[in-house]
């Protein structure tokens, strides 16, 4: 199992994320265990994958609102939103939605381009664990954590702005 941030902790993942084929195609779905699933397999798939064992996830795109899981998210162990590279900024909008207006008290993944230097922001946003992109080490990008003490603007962490805690 790779290893991966979750809650400040450098933790082993327990979870399967499947990802489209070469030719955007969905992948076949192992029989059991827990899988995260891209957003059209959830949508095309939803009630074969509620029965199998095992917990289901989906992630998201950032492209992807997260309106289309809202109704389901009391059913899902885990919610992803990918980063297809490190400036697309959408996946914090998906974040702070998901935390703030659909109310997901669950664990919330940043995945894909994933930079250590972003996991302070991230973690503002509501992400809680965080899978690096490749190359990355995740006991060394624990410290990013720590390397800012305050932020200016009002987060999911701190609800109100720097001026108002002052």
């Not at 917990?55 to 919610?79: F, K, N, Q, T, Y």
């Not at 992803?80 to 900024?89: Q, T, W």
């Amino acid at each position: 199992m790779a290893a991966f941030i979750r809650d400040r902790k450098v933790v082993s993942d327990p979870w399967l994320r499947l990802e489209r084929n070469d030719d955007g195609s969905l992948p076949p779905v192992p029989r059991a265990g827990d899988i995260i699933v891209p957003l059209a397999m959830w949508q095309a798939q939803r009630d074969s994958l509620l029965v199998r064992p095992g917990r289901i996830g989906v992630w998201l795109d950032s492209h992807e609102a997260p309106e289309a899981i809202a109704e389901d998210l009391r059913l899902l162990g885990v919610v992803a939103v990918n980063f297809p590279k490190s400036g697309d900024g959408r996946g914090y909008t998906t974040a702070r939605l998901l935390r703030e207006r659909y109310g997901w008290k669950g664990e919330l993944r940043a995945i894909g381009d994933v930079l250590r230097d972003q996991l302070f922001f991230l973690s503002s946003c509501g992400f809680n664990a965080f899978v690096l992109r490749a190359g990355e080490d995740p006991r060394e990008a624990l410290a990013a954590f720590g390397e800012l003490s305050e932020a200016y603007q009002a987060s999911v962490e701190r609800p109100e702005p720097l001026f108002r805690r002052r």
